[in-house]
């Protein structure tokens, strides 16, 4: 039985184990599903784009036809060379194909079948996690550790380092998806090109865009000061199934846009350009733009990026992290109001 545990899989990425041709890459972080799967290809074949020596087939199509894995996964390359096989699982079953293949494949093709979230009890992980001839490699999220990681590897090849105050605002958000976690620090990584080291002002810049309209009535009514109702629609969006993380995610996106119409403003400039299509809301930012400085909103996106922080390191106490910081905030916008 090979199932490996999480903090073992970029090893065996690195460095995979020819006597497991059969793996299966799964779980509920896509991109980083993805990105192994990519990895796993690309180490088994000389060119990716070669169909003799990459054989793609869609999970779907193996429902029909579960013998046309085996034939693949067996066929020799017309040209010669190593061969492989990418499987994309999709709706419907591919656990009689993967079965056969099991019993029937050559170690000298590697067949990486890449899959969503898959339970302990799924058949097609099941079958894999039992054989002797297979391997199967989980995708979690990223925890702090594996983003700490991703941030000194993405940004040093860049020649640049960071700041701490800008570590910790990447930090609170980036998570869920390791293609879009890469490709918000390559975006921050081109934006610094040419200097030494990220600062917190560059991370505002780059990844600071507005929050979704469905969370705007939790932090509209806190950067408003109306305590009574951001009470309610907090409430109003934890019952209808909004994480306390998705609460501060969206604050946090809220004031680093706030903080840079306010910046802008006192450069002498306009704060309409980071409206983006937002004119709709354009009372909401005139409002929190003349009762807040920009010192005062630094304090408020430094105080949320720690909540965020903490609530993913305390998971049963994110409720109690949210509601305290915004209404903090909330009550702090009322006393200035």
Same mark, same amino acid.
């Given at each position: 039985?090979?199932?490996?545990?999480?903090?073992?899989?970029?090893?065996?990425?690195?460095?995979?184990?020819?006597?497991?041709?059969?793996?299966?890459?799964?779980?509920?972080?896509?991109?980083?599903?993805?990105?192994?799967?990519?990895?796993?290809?690309?180490?088994?074949?000389?060119?990716?784009?070669?169909?003799?020596?990459?054989?793609?087939?869609?999970?779907?199509?193996?429902? #029909? !036809?579960?013998? /046309?894995? =085996?034939? %693949? &996964?067996?066929?020799?390359?017309?040209?010669?060379?190593? $061969? *492989?096989?990418?499987?994309?699982?999709?709706?419907?079953?591919?656990?009689?194909?993967?079965?056969?293949?099991?019993?029937?494949? #050559? !170690?000298?093709? /590697?067949? =990486?079948? %890449? &899959?969503?979230?898959?339970?302990?009890?799924?058949?097609? $992980? *099941?079958?894999?996690?039992?054989?002797?001839?297979?391997?199967?490699?989980?995708?979690?999220?990223?925890?702090?550790?594996?983003?700490?990681?991703?941030?000194?590897?993405?940004?040093? &090849?860049?020649?640049?380092?960071?700041?701490?105050?800008? $570590?910790?605002?990447?930090?609170?958000?980036?998570?869920?998806?390791?293609?879009?976690?890469?490709?918000?620090?390559?975006?921050?990584?081109?934006?610094?090109?040419?200097?030494?080291?990220?600062?917190?002002?560059?991370?505002?810049?780059?990844?600071?865009?507005?929050?979704?309209?469905?969370?705007?009535?939790?932090?509209?009514?806190?950067?408003?000061?109306?305590?009574?109702?951001?009470?309610?629609?907090?409430?109003?969006?934890?019952?209808?199934?909004?994480?306390?993380?998705?609460?501060?995610?969206?604050?946090?996106?809220?004031?680093?846009?706030?903080?840079?119409?306010?910046?802008?403003?006192?450069?002498?400039?306009?704060?309409?350009?980071?409206?983006?299509?937002?004119?709709?809301?354009?009372?909401?930012?005139?409002?929190?733009?003349?009762?807040?400085?920009?010192?005062?909103?630094?304090?408020?996106?430094?105080?949320?990026?720690?909540?965020?922080?903490?609530?993913?390191?305390?998971?049963?106490?994110?409720?109690?992290?949210?509601?305290?910081?915004?209404?903090?905030?909330?009550?702090?916008?009322?006393?200035?109001?």
């Amino acid at each position: 039985m090979v199932a490996l545990k999480a903090q073992a899989v970029d090893a065996f990425v690195a460095r995979p184990d020819t006597a497991r041709p059969v793996i299966l890459v799964y779980g509920p972080d896509a991109g980083l599903v993805r990105e192994h799967a990519t990895a796993l290809i690309r180490s088994a074949v000389d060119d990716m784009q070669d169909p003799f020596s990459l054989s793609r087939i869609d999970g779907d199509d193996l429902n #029909a !036809e579960p013998s /046309r894995l =085996v034939e %693949e &996964a067996n066929t020799i390359p017309l040209f010669g060379g190593r $061969r *492989a096989v990418w499987v994309r699982a999709g709706a419907k079953t591919i656990a009689p194909a993967v079965e056969m293949l099991l019993g029937s494949t #050559a !170690e000298d093709c /590697r067949v =990486v079948i %890449e &899959a969503g979230d898959l339970k302990p009890n799924a058949p097609l $992980r *099941a079958l894999c996690e039992k054989a002797k001839n297979a391997v199967t490699l989980p995708c979690y999220a990223d925890n702090a550790q594996g983003l700490e990681r991703l941030i000194d590897s993405e940004l040093r &090849a860049g020649g640049l380092t960071i700041a701490k105050d800008a $570590r910790t605002m990447v930090l609170s958000l980036l998570g869920g998806d390791r293609q879009a976690s890469r490709s918000e620090l390559q975006k921050l990584a081109l934006y610094c090109h040419g200097r030494t080291q990220v600062e917190r002002d560059d991370v505002v810049a780059i990844m600071g865009d507005a929050s979704e309209s469905h969370f705007d009535d939790v932090s509209d009514a806190a950067f408003l000061g109306r305590v009574a109702d951001f009470e309610t629609a907090f409430a109003r969006a934890r019952a209808s199934g909004t994480s306390a993380g998705a609460i501060l995610f969206a604050a946090l996106r809220q004031v680093m846009t706030l903080h840079k119409m306010r910046a802008a403003m006192d450069g002498g400039g306009s704060a309409a350009p980071a409206y983006r299509g937002n004119f709709q809301r354009q009372k909401f930012f005139d409002q929190v733009l003349q009762a807040w400085s920009t010192q005062r909103l630094s304090r408020a996106m430094a105080q949320i990026a720690e909540a965020v922080l903490e609530s993913r390191r305390r998971a049963t106490l994110a409720d109690e992290i949210a509601n305290r910081v915004l209404l903090a905030i909330a009550m702090t916008a009322r006393r200035r109001s």
